[in-house]
T-cell receptor, first 113, second 113 residues
């Protein structure tokens, strides 16, 4: 059972909708991440937060808006998405900068109609 | 040029076989290196770290050649349960904290009876 929980597991939304993905980690980690996984493509890093501060934005379009209220919670707010944004969105956490071991949630599968 | 290049496979091998995967990476600033494993429709999980001197974990051996920017994974005595996608992951530490892991597309392994 993963220490990183993501909700919802599945989400279908229209291009004009506004929705949010939620991630919670129960591991006491300091860093949290959003990754996007599309079919036939490698995992793409989107955002990194360390102690609630954003330390990386990998040129992500502004229609994706992250929020990290504390070290245990991470949100990804979605608005006016495009069909090509349909993908699996994976949240992860890590203890510190040195280990490189990320613990992933099971992902939120997003379909944009 | 892709940041991480891996042969996508699939590699179909019989149980008990030895199989090797290779990977090259382009970012010479990468500081840490890992192999992750991803089962079908599951989240990635850390398999092992990769050290310059080479390291072994049971049936798994990883090698790193920094000069050639090349990483390898050897699996001996393959088991059916080894069937998965193996992801090559170089990583850098972000200035503000957290890790920037760059994932390859992965190499798919199918172990057969």
């Amino acid at each position: 059972e993963t220490g990183v929980t993501q909700t919802p597991r599945h989400l279908v939304m229209g291009m004009t909708n506004k929705k949010s993905l939620k991630c919670e980690q129960h591991l006491g980690h300091n860093a949290m991440y959003w990754y996007k996984q599309s079919a036939k493509k490698p995992l793409e890093l989107m955002f990194v937060y360390n102690f609630k501060e954003q330390t990386e934005n990998n040129s992500v379009p502004s229609r994706f808006s992250p929020e990290c209220p504390n070290s245990s919670h991470l949100f990804l707010h979605l608005h006016t998405l495009q069909p090509e944004d349909s993908a699996l969105y994976l949240c992860a956490s890590s203890q510190d900068a040195g280990t490189g071991e990320l613990f992933f949630g099971e992902g939120s599968r997003l379909t944009v109609l | 040029r892709k940041e991480v290049e891996q042969d996508p496979g699939p590699f179909n091998v019989p149980e008990g076989a030895t199989v090797a995967f290779n990977c090259t990476y382009s970012n010479s600033a990468s500081q840490s290196f890992f192999w992750y494993r991803q089962d079908c429709r599951k989240e990635p999980k850390l398999l092992m770290s990769v050290y310059s001197s080479g390291n072994e974990d049971g049936r798994f051996t990883a090698q790193l050649n920094r000069a050639s920017q090349y990483i390898s994974l050897l699996i001996r005595d393959s088991k059916l349960s080894d069937s998965a996608t193996y992801l090559c992951v170089p990583a850098a530490i972000l200035t503000g904290g957290g890790n920037k892991l760059t994932f390859g597309t992965g190499t798919q392994l199918k172990v057969e009876l």
